[in-house]
Structure formats: structure tokens, C-alpha cells
């Protein structure tokens, strides 16, 4: 698949992959169509990007908000037709010690990591149905197997993704011709892993450069850097008793907040 002419939807275009994402796009000579909180960000990235053989649309978007999600995917079919293409990126990546285990920050996080991607996947599916085409390329995590000690938040919101892509992928192709593709990210340098050390990550000039191959080629799954896919795929296969034996610090990862019992 190439991207020349495509209209591509890209939620969570202002930070981290997202934004990286919609810079290498705008080579390709494609429609792009940007979703985020921050609309002055938005502006200003539409704005630099635009050109004759680049359009870029923006609107406003919090993806918590079911409206909000609909009226992003009518918005760009008002404008282009169509939807070839989406990038659903938008996340947040929140520690949750066992200290002070918090309902709470489970509840956000499935909300912006999960739930905002069911919004868009349900209205993207109303068009491409109708298409008998199209692209959901979902982010969720690399190590999305077993659950990691204090990040259990954010796990839990991204293996749903893992689970609920997987589970629509034979389906979608079979039915549809729609591809479901599941973006499984190890270590990326963005700002939102800002303060946490983590050894062997890349640029997000990298990751997005091998998101968007993956799509041309239009992989099932992308997992990326190969460095930690493949000691994170082999401790998949550990016996529970084995794993459960891992160094947990290690496993929280440097720069993980030291908090007292509640």
C-alpha cells in the first residue's frame, strides 16, 4: 500500500509518534486529517505542513469523549470522502505503585488508552464498512503479555487493545477487506516516558519511520525495537514461578517514583 492520495487519520497528532507520524506523512503526498486535545498545537503543525501536494485538516478532539470521536471521523469524510487510513496513537503512561494502588488511575487510563480507541474504531467501521476498505492501525505496548510490576494501568489498557484488535483482525479482513493492525512499541523516546530511563530506546523519528512502513506493507502486527522484542517475547514463555522470581526494581525500570504505604 502507498500512502500517495490517501486520506489518513491521525489521533494524538500533537506529541511523541503521533506528531512524528504526521511530519514523515506529509512527504507522501497524502490527506491528513489531525485529532488531539490541544488545538493550538494542532494549528501550528497543520499550518507548517500544508502544501500543494499536502492537505491537512485539524479539529479538536479529546478522545474520552464519544462525541468528540464521532463528529473527528464525520469531520474528515465531510471534507475528503472518504477515510483510508488510521493512526490511533493517543495515550497516557501513568505509574501505579501497590503502595498506593489507586482505582482512579486504572479508570483514565483505560478511558484514553482503551475506550477512546473503541470510539474511533466503532465509527471508523460505519465508513469503511461501507468502503469495503480501510486501514485501523491501533497502538498498544510491546511487552503486552505479562503484566509488569507498577505499570499495571497502563498494561491493562494496552493488552485490551492487543486483545480487541486481534479479535477483530480475520473478521475485518474477510468481511470488510479491512486491515487491523496492532502497533506494539517498546522504549520510545517522547515525552511521555520523560524521567523514566529506558535502556535501548529509540527515537520517535524511528518508531514512526517503521510505523509507517509496517502499514505500507500492511503487517498484522509491528513491534519494534527488535533489540527488546526479542528478550520480552522469550520472557513470555517463563513459567509464572519464574517470572514472578524477576528482580522487580528492574522490571519498574529507572526513574520509577519512590512513594510511601497508604
Not at 254 to 262: A, F, L, W
Request: glycine share 8%.
Amino acid at each position: 500500500m502507498e500512502f500517495k492520495d490517501k486520506v489518513v487519520l491521525i489521533s494524538g497528532a500533537t506529541g511523541g509518534m503521533g506528531k512524528e507520524i504526521v511530519k514523515q506523512l506529509s512527504t507522501e503526498e497524502c490527506k491528513l486529517a489531525l485529532f488531539a486535545r490541544r488545538e493550538n498545537k494542532l494549528k501550528e503543525i497543520a499550518e507548517k505542513l500544508s502544501s500543494e501536494k499536502t492537505q491537512c485538516i485539524y479539529k479538536k478532539c479529546d478522545v474520552t469523549n464519544y462525541n468528540d470521536v464521532r463528529d473527528a471521523v464525520d469531520f474528515t469524510v465531510k471534507k475528503f470522502g472518504k477515510i483510508d487510513v488510521a493512526i490511533l496513537t493517543a495515550g497516557i503512561l501513568v505509574p501505579i505503585p501497590i503502595e498506593t494502588f489507586d482505582s482512579k488511575i486504572i479508570k483514565e487510563s483505560m478511558e484514553v488508552n482503551f475506550i477512546g480507541y473503541v470510539y474511533f474504531i466503532e465509527h471508523l467501521l460505519h465508513i469503511m464498512k461501507k468502503q469495503k476498505s480501510g486501514t485501523i492501525a491501533a497502538t498498544s505496548t510491546l511487552p503486552d503479555k505479562r503484566g509488569v510490576p507498577g505499570w499495571g494501568s497502563y498494561g491493562a489498557s494496552k493488552a485490551a487493545i492487543s486483545w480487541l484488535m486481534e479479535s477483530l483482525r480475520s473478521e475485518g479482513k474477510q468481511k470488510y477487506n479491512i486491515n487491523f493492525i496492532t502497533i506494539k512499541p517498546g522504549s520510545v523516546l517522547t515525552p511521555m516516558i520523560e524521567g523514566f530511563h529506558r535502556k535501548g530506546a529509540i527515537t520517535s523519528e524511528k518508531a514512526a519511520a517503521r510505523i509507517i512502513n509496517g502499514i505500507k506493507n500492511e503487517k498484522r502486527v509491528i513491534q519494534f525495537p527488535f533489540y527488546q522484542v526479542f528478550p520480552i517475547r522469550f520472557s513470555d514463555l517463563f513459567p509464572p514461578i519464574v517470572y514472578d522470581g524477576q528482580d522487580i526494581e528492574m522490571l519498574k525500570g529507572d526513574g520509577y517514583p519512590t512513594v510511601e504505604e497508604k
